[in-house]
């Protein structure tokens, strides 16, 4: 009974959720829980399953249901509350081994839970059996699972199939990637490099040779301060020039 009553339960207060307070569905939730054993309790025969069928059996429309009249009361929650998002005109039939509902006079029935289906899956059977959790969101009914349907046959391809090479990547291919440790050095990119002391006199050479176009424009140029600058210049730098 417990399995049967769970899943009744779930399934109703899967409708209040994301509509009440969380507390409250929670609090309301465990009522109706001891409401509905207590009213099942020497009415459940599991080797006659059909047997009260119609007394527990829970429903929203009509007179109200005194299941849920004491959980709402029990609870605190106002049962106007609780009937406003529930579906109207709400079976649902906890039997043993079957759990089912339908909504409407005239509505399918539709099987939440049946023993018979979930008998050769023990897995699934275990996770049914689990207590009540007040986290659960929303509750979806089990359909029948209809037979898988044969898969359609392959189109005809004269080619051969096709497989899919690994991508593969030597060092130096796998470098040029972002993802390389290392970078690939070209000989003409070390050489266009200059060590801080090469770039200083460079610099140096390049002030000297604008001083000196400076002073050869010049119609006033002592020949004293040329040869004062040629020899403060570092030999080398004359020898490059």
């Given at each position: 009974?417990?399995?049967?009553?769970?899943?009744?339960?779930?399934?109703?207060?899967?409708?209040l959720?994301?509509?009440?307070?969380?507390?409250?569905?929670?609090?309301?939730?465990?009522?109706?829980?001891?409401?509905?054993?207590?009213?099942?309790?020497?009415?459940?025969?599991?080797?006659?399953?059909?047997?009260?069928?119609?007394?527990?059996?829970?429903?929203?429309?009509?007179?109200?249901d005194?299941?849920?009249?004491?959980?709402?009361?029990?609870?605190?929650?106002?049962?106007?509350?609780?009937?406003?998002?529930?579906?109207r005109?709400?079976?649902?039939?906890?039997?043993?081994?079957?759990?089912?509902?339908?909504?409407?006079?005239?509505?399918?029935?539709?099987?939440?839970?049946?023993?018979?289906?979930?008998?050769?899956?023990?897995?699934?059977?275990?996770?049914?059996?689990?207590?009540?959790?007040?986290?659960?969101?929303?509750?979806?009914?089990?359909?029948?699972?209809?037979?898988?349907?044969?898969?359609?046959?392959?189109?005809?391809?004269?080619?051969?199939?096709?497989?899919a090479?690994?991508?593969?990547?030597?060092?130096?291919?796998?470098?040029q990637?972002?993802?390389?440790?290392?970078?690939?050095?070209?000989?003409?990119?070390?050489?266009?490099?200059?060590?801080?002391?090469?770039?200083?006199?460079?610099?140096?050479?390049?002030?000297?040779?604008?001083?000196?176009?400076?002073?050869?424009?010049?119609?006033?140029?002592?020949?004293?301060?040329?040869?004062?600058?040629?020899?403060?210049?570092?030999?080398?730098?004359?020898?490059?020039n």
């Open positions: 009974m417990h399995i049967e009553v769970q899943v009744a339960l779930n399934f109703v207060i899967s409708y959720y994301n509509k009440l307070p969380r507390r409250r569905v929670n609090i309301f939730g465990e009522e109706l829980e001891k409401a509905l054993k207590d009213k099942f309790l020497g009415h459940w025969y599991p080797d006659r399953p059909c047997r009260g069928s119609a007394f527990r059996c829970l429903k929203t429309g009509g007179p109200l005194p299941v849920l009249e004491r959980a709402a009361r029990e609870s605190g929650v106002p049962v106007r509350d609780v009937l406003e998002h529930l579906p005109e709400l079976t649902v039939w906890v039997d043993p081994g079957e759990v089912s509902y339908r909504i409407g006079e005239k509505g399918a029935v539709k099987v939440l839970f049946s023993s018979d289906e979930r008998a050769a899956d023990e897995r699934t059977d275990r996770e049914v059996t689990r207590a009540f959790n007040p986290e659960a969101q929303c509750f979806r009914p089990v359909e029948p699972v209809a037979a898988p349907s044969p898969p359609a046959p392959a189109a005809f391809s004269p080619g051969p199939p096709f497989r090479q690994p991508l593969t990547f030597t060092t130096a291919t796998f470098a990637t972002k993802f390389g440790s290392t970078k690939l050095k070209t000989s003409s990119k070390r050489a266009n490099r200059m060590s801080p002391t090469e770039f200083s006199n460079y610099i140096k050479q390049r002030a000297v040779q604008q001083q000196l176009a400076a002073r050869a424009l010049s119609p006033a140029t002592d020949p004293a301060a040329y040869f004062m600058a040629r020899r403060d210049t570092p030999a080398h730098l004359l020898l490059a």
